[in-house]
């Protein structure tokens, strides 16, 4: 099982990144796909989830209107494209597969994303 990221790297506050996290490994389509991200000193929280039988998504209030989550099943892949970022945004990003019945996770490596001028 393997959950890749990529896209992180430094962007300027009010900028924009698509982070991309490509699955092997596992039926991709039939796991629930999550960003989570972890600053430094604080724990890692939940940023957006989509559901893989609905495609209903959930988001965190604090990026609400700025990230959007989405999930392309052919390709075994999710994606979190961030817009208007902040410097408060800077984070480890992480991305989680979550089977609900029986409960399996699998996280990714994370991805470093740095929002500063």
């Known amino acids: 099982v ?3 990221e990529s896209g992180g790297g430094l962007v300027q506050p009010g900028g924009s990144v698509r982070l ?3 699955a092997s490994g596992f039926t991709f ?3 629930v796909m999550s960003w989570y991200r972890q600053a430094p000193g604080k ?3 939940l940023v957006a989830g ?3 039988a609905s495609g209903r998504t959930n988001y965190a209030d604090s990026v609400k209107g700025r990230f959007t989550i989405s999930r392309d099943n052919a390709k075994n892949t999710v994606y979190l494209q961030m817009n208007s970022l902040k410097p408060e945004d800077t984070a480890v990003y992480y991305c989680k597969a ?3 019945v029986p409960r399996t996770d699998y996280w990714g490596q994370g991805t470093q994303v740095t929002v500063s001028s």
């Open 2 to 4: 393997q959950l890749v």
């Open 20 to 22: 991309s996290c490509a």
């Open 43 to 45: 724990e890692r929280e």
């Open 98 to 100: 979550t089977h609900i």
């Open 50 to 52: 989509i559901n893989n």
């Open 29 to 31: 389509s039939s796991y």
